[in-house]
């Protein structure tokens, strides 16, 4: 029987809480108080069609998954459905002035120069999510930070002519030393989401990881690929083993080339700039201290179901249930990755999650620095590789992770910045920029072929130096009230 | 006989000076100059009722402490004394407006927030006593900078589904392994005081240490606590060692749990932000350049008491007249801490004071850093209890501690800051947020129960660099006069 | 034949396109899609008179270089060219009252003030050209700050009446330890162009290196020189060897006294201020996202004939067609001076372009005080002259690089801001402002000839901390979102 | 026979110029293209009453000693003098206004508070001669922060009722461990000049270090010293020894108790601040770059009579004409102080002259820490008294310095600030403030008296950290040509 939307319509309070998504009602009332993003946000749609807001950040099968299916009321008659008059908000005209005043796209001349404009023209709770981390977001400054404590000590008069940065992952060759890592919702930035970053995977021949929190569902993504395109899966581990086991097999059948399980998020960050921008004052006023979870962000709300126990001794399961080559995404410290030797897996991303969880981990690079000198003591390089991720910027940046020992690097924010700047043609000129960039560089520091990266060709002993708690301390020195030497009376 | 305000009224000059103090009159005519704040204050207020000023910085007992008998003139008739109206000033009004738009509570996302919002509802010379320090107030701020000169080396793959980060202090059991540390007149924040810092204490099962210079008197305090709450005594030793005696044995006997005596503070800091809020400029016009303690600020006005003379030859006298643990606080160099142990004292806290004291004592992480590798070095490591206090703010500060070795950090203002500016919830909250980050960073950095926190978890290299004096020298920076190119002609 | 200017006007398409240069026209229909500099900057001159642009950005003999003879059409009668009403833009009139406001050459007190002051009047495209460097520009900025972290260890009480900075490069005499380094495109800052720089250098007594991308001819440059006056010459080799080897023998017949290879430029770099400078918006919107070249600056628009397979097996060959003294310019690391002396060459300059090739190449200071104890130690420092460039602005910086064993180092930006600022006047200037520091600053650290510096005269310890990647990264800094306290809430 | 005003008036041009000073006139005719500070000035004055311009910075006996006494033509009729209206500049409006509104010297807490004041009372002119320094006056400012890379190490439960700071300097007892050392040009800050620091260090029991380029006449400033009060003279060597003889002997006899020779300044430094600040712009336009000398402030104006030849081989011939103590002031390196103890000097001052003379000398605290291991090493320590200045603003600066092994610190520019705010007052309350803190921080680092001073006070580890050249790099930073992202385009 269809629902009119009238009848929905009726049910918007507390009581009794009724929402439309994508043209079916859902009665959501006894699971106001369990939604991970709080009830504020569903009860602005109470009766209402929330499609729009639901869509970019929650997977397509997350009502299948969590909400009863004795809740599932059937289809609406979206025709009886009220259309809320959209009122443009100041901050919609502003961005669609953005929009229309953005650079030309030939003006990009690297990553940074995308971030510039996705902060204008995203919608300010997007940018927030995709911008923000965790605590006073040093560590994710420092990501990109660390790499410039890293100079070069270039090689001269190598024929340079033909030079190759193309490379192997997992057995794949790629044309670039960098992967698409996973990053959630995809949709915050543009409408058609993760499989616009398939297409430009594809089209410049480098590798893509599909993110469990995407926007797009998992087979979406997939079915984008064309012709032998590899993909990869980003897994947060669910509580329930079954759920888990289901998607990975899953993945294997379709064609995944590797299975890269997120170790660094046991519980997902905190991240206060998404918080604050989500935060809406409804007038109430001082009350309860105490409940502090009132306003997670978007991070929080998708997240619930990662299981915190997830251990080393889960590891021989998943070997059991797959064939996939294994890594373990976010090791931060050399003895675990010693131990990742020894657990047989195949792989380590050694990150820190863009600094979006732990506020003081250590970059990527410092930690690849401190990692492969003890592996090759042990005789251990060989039997693993080591990507990283995080902070990467510049193809500079790249070529030292691979000077240093790196297999190769992750890129996350900006494809997302320019995914959400100049839709599939920006993902497509940041790819070709940093082609452009490779080229360059690997001529400029006298290499010919990524077999001939060494550390040799690197200083790195600044690369430890953490003095003075730089990247800057934002809310410290703002908060700070500076001294001042005595004023001049006043004149009267 | 009961006095009446016309009579008191008439003695409104330096000749003859009466000032009245929750309804009782006192002739301080002699006692002008002895005042530790200055004559200047008091002749505010000759003849009229002093209560409002007297009330936040004296201590309850100040009066029958410091003024003779025969200057206590008795009860007044309080119906009988002329009320000043009192005129709103800009400041109040200002003051009085920011009140009214604090942000929510629930926006206050970590505790440099609480301080944002004090500094801008706290009366200027109140805001100017909590958040001014010594000199150039660089150690004050080097405090917290020092955390950020420290990164984690997090274990991933641990089972993390519960973690725990209770722990015990002198025997306490605590929820959480911070107390809150020993501030002075909390009544400059609120009308409450530190009574209200107890109920939060007991809110979230923490230790409360009792300060000297507490607004709310002793008895106050301990009165204010429930069940078995324990409670610690910070101790400013007296030239007079039988008033310190009392106390000690007095505290003792009231059931307090640890006698922390202050031993960095033989004399109380120039606190100049402190001292230029209080100038206020008589129209007097330079003349005696070498009177220089005409305006000390609040500091050094509460605390001419304080025994210059204490030394490590008083410890026994300590120990004598006490069962409970004694404690110094204000440890600052490792060789001290060895001759902490060699006096039998049950722990030291590293500490400068908040910076308030010696301009660049170094940070009490560091002091840490530098102390329990010489503790274990020599088999010391458990014969004491090592405490930290200073620039903690988040939930990483106090792991960063713990992992090097230390029972519990105090943190201090901060709670004055979200005393200030939301009274008991705002200091709720604060700990609410301190207990939230800290379930989430032990899952972060793989520990599930404070024994498991060891210095292998962090990276530590950078902590003793001091580089180029940063914190930054405002008042250097501010009187330089920099160089400029040369300009271009005026056009005429 | 001579054309008329009604004849060459016809062909002002993309599909019959002359220009006129030098009063001769030009088929360039065909090499349109070929330009290094992109069709556009062309098309805007079809059919017209394109000396004024081409000149200062070509070498003279470009269009016989690179256009087949078959497209020179000969002689235009340019009396009957329409002469273009050149209509003054808003920077035309802005950079001419900055001319004629300049500050008297006497303020002028040192070379960055020249900066200053070119920074104002020059073309906004050739301050671009001058200033920009590769990627964040880092590297351009650490050349000069790398001096920085040396300080002196002066002595004292040495007569230091007379003292003598004079010095030999290459068996030459010198009145000081510098050279005027080779630049490109004079006339970008001045009309007269590098023949500016001979006679500045013949009047005090420096030599000076001749760029291959010079504004004037090779032999415009050598006959402005006078008497003995020496000259040498920097080579881009040239893909063609025979066109590389008539300009070597050409030179050494001229008399060029030393012939400097480069060695850090087998393709030249992005700058992308140059190439932001030179972008022009004409409408077109975001289509091509991977045609990342189609501006890239002056830079790379005049460099395509140099040869990327340049190597240490060409040297022998360079031996054998010139008896010229021959040193590498741009070398990088210690194992390549050592092998540049194996390769028997006479000399080697440390530099790493300016900072316009490969971002975070160490400037040439950290490589010489890498260098020098290597070459001790083989017993090496006597077979070859080593030389730097690269971030000089100051005289200390010239004795700096003299105490760690330089020869000399090469001067180039700062005679091009002094020419572009003030014409010959400009650069004899800012020479004699050098000579001033040298003689005073000879004085201070208590040498009296070049001869007695050397490496105990410095503290060069935190030379190589490269500590937080300063110098500051300004596009990062840009694009971060700082974090904010909550605000207050808004009023009404 | 005396002058009238109306003979001298005819004598106004180059060709014939006669100036008047104190009453009396002369030819200066010939003089003029000799005059240290250039013709320019003098012109101004041609034919007319120089005195005011003339006496604050040439010391008193100037036109004795340089002019022939053929060119003293005699007194002049003062009343026939036509006295110039003075019309008030807008600079000495601002500066009138700016005394008027001066804070109250009460508000003075600290050293800096002085110089903010003084920037903004005094002639411009005059400020960029006390306050400039050499070159990027890097030097200068690194003087104050080197002592920030210096922590304390403070002991506690010492009894420090009683501290005693007093100290003996070459034998002298003295109340502060500190003296005025010696300054050029006190007349420029104050009417009365030096003898008003005289007084000062009489009523604080400290010693005056009398400069060789006061405006008071030596006689004046050790007249205005009173009973046993000790003075010890500056000494900037003469090329005609008969001079330096005679004014040592003169000292000598006077009763000066010790003698600093300069010798970090065989020419005195180019302050770029300073030269600015004089520069005149009269209309001439660019035209002779290579003359630099035309203006180069008031410090080599009144210099050029220093004899850039004085060595060590001097020494001997200043201890065989008195019998003072000697002290060379301006030593750099310890290699000089170990050759300072052989040639058998009483003791040396480690400086840098404040900054104004090589830019990149290390601070002298740095030279302090560098030098006392060695001589401890040697067994020297004692056989020489080493002094430091440069950069002390607080007492902690005076105490680090003595805890490293400095005998006493000399404090120059902030008296001068605090002479030029507010007199006599403003200096005796600047060293009643070092009185105070002197006090409270002796008590706050554990010490009793200055012997107890040693280095395991302090942690120096970071001393000798210069990275990244800060102090700022004011000019280069403003001249850098920052890089921007693409803008958005233009609205219309």
Not at 49 to 63: G, K, N, R, Y
Not at 394 to 403: F, H, N, P, Q, S
Not at 432 to 445: K, P, Q, S, Y
């Amino acid at each position: 029987m269809t629902l009119t939307g009238a009848e929905v319509a009726q049910h918007n309070s507390k009581d009794s809480c009724w929402v439309i998504v994508h043209g079916k009602a859902y009665d959501v009332t006894e699971f106001l108080p369990e939604h991970p993003g709080g009830q504020k946000i569903i009860l602005k749609y109470a009766g209402k069609d929330a499609t729009e807001e639901f869509e970019p950040i929650h997977p397509p099968d997350t009502l299948d998954k969590y909400l009863d299916p004795s809740k599932h009321l059937g289809p609406v008659n979206m025709a009886t459905v009220a259309i809320e008059e959209k009122v443009e908000t100041a901050e919609d005209i502003e961005k669609r002035e953005a929009v229309a005043l953005r650079p030309a796209l030939a003006e990009m001349y690297n990553l940074l120069d995308f971030e510039a404009v996705a902060k204008r023209v995203m919608k300010r709770t997007a940018w927030a999510y995709y911008s923000s981390a965790a605590d006073d977001e040093i560590t994710m400054r420092e990501n990109h930070a660390a790499f410039q404590r890293i100079w070069f000590r270039p090689k001269i008069l190598v024929d340079v002519e033909k030079v190759d940065f193309s490379t192997t992952m997992l057995g794949t060759k790629v044309s670039m030393p960098f992967y698409v890592t996973a990053t959630a919702l995809g949709k915050l930035g543009h409408p058609e989401g993760e499989v616009l970053l398939t297409r430009a995977s594809r089209k410049h021949d480098v590798i893509q990881m599909i993110p469990t929190l995407a926007s797009c569902s998992f087979d979406e993504i997939m079915d984008a690929a064309e012709g032998d395109q590899v993909q990869w899966l980003q897994l947060y581990v669910n509580k329930d083993r079954d759920i888990t086991r289901k998607i990975v097999e899953h993945a294997e059948r379709r064609g995944c080339k590797g299975l890269f399980i997120t170790v660094d998020a046991p519980q997902l960050g905190r991240r206060e700039k998404d918080m604050r921008t989500k935060f809406t004052d409804d007038g109430a006023d001082v009350q309860s201290g105490s409940t502090t979870d009132n306003s997670q962000g978007a991070a929080r709300a998708i997240s619930s179901f990662i299981d915190p126990a997830l251990s080393w001794a889960d590891i021989p399961w998943f070997q059991s249930i797959t064939k996939m080559p294994i890594l373990l995404k976010g090791v931060q410290r050399v003895e675990d990755v010693i131990k990742a030797v020894e657990a047989g897996v195949q792989g380590v991303v050694l990150s820190n999650h863009g600094g979006r969880q732990l506020e003081f981990a250590r970059s990527a690079i410092e930690v690849l620095a401190e990692t492969m000198p003890v592996l090759r003591e042990m005789g251990l390089e060989d039997k693993i590789e080591i990507y990283v991720d995080g902070g990467v910027r510049r193809a500079t940046d790249i070529l030292k992770a691979l000077c240093l020992g790196a297999k190769g690097v992750g890129i996350g924010r900006p494809f997302l910045y320019a995914m959400s700047a100049y839709g599939f043609e920006g993902v497509d000129r940041a790819m070709a920029l940093l082609r452009d960039e490779l080229e360059m560089n690997m001529r400029l520091i006298g290499c010919t072929s990524v077999e001939e990266l060494n550390p040799s060709l690197l200083d790195v002993r600044s690369l430890g130096a953490h003095g003075n708690g730089v990247p800057k301390d934002v809310l410290s020195a703002a908060v700070y009230d500076q001294l001042r030497n005595p004023p001049q009376r006043s004149k009267l």
